[in-house]
């Protein structure tokens, strides 16, 4: 079973934590074709964190997860963080495939798909 977990920092503020589940909700209508599972985690000030989404996923049956990190740049979240969360649940979870995608400023064309939104 496949699983998608969108990853984003987290906030002090609920209105801004509420969205990412909206779009992580939002995301589980257009991509059930391609994934049993999909949800969200927060590096950090707001749960589900990242490991709990994780084991959530791992717990309801998935075998492949994918992350993606919902951050525009190469920060230290998304070039150290990150991986090392990987590398401890890939431990804990040795059947189960992890893999982190390139965040979303890496995206191939979305600089032009942005500009075409303006």
Do not use: C
């Not at 589980?28 to 990242?50: C, R, Y």
């Amino acid at each position: 079973m496949k699983g998608f977990i969108l990853v984003a920092h987290g906030s002090r503020r609920a209105a801004a934590n509420d969205e990412i589940a909206a779009f992580s909700h939002a995301l589980a209508e257009v991509m059930s074709d391609k994934f049993a599972l999909v949800g969200h985690g927060f590096w950090e000030l707001a749960e589900p964190s990242l490991e709990q989404a994780i084991d959530s996923q791992v717990a309801a049956g998935a075998r492949d997860i994918r992350l993606f990190p919902y951050f525009l740049a190469q920060g230290k979240h998304v070039v150290k963080d990150l991986p090392s969360v990987l590398e401890q649940k890939r431990k804990q979870y040795p059947s189960v495939t992890i893999t982190l995608l390139p965040h979303l400023g890496a995206l191939p064309g979305f600089a032009g798909w942005l500009g075409e939104q303006l």
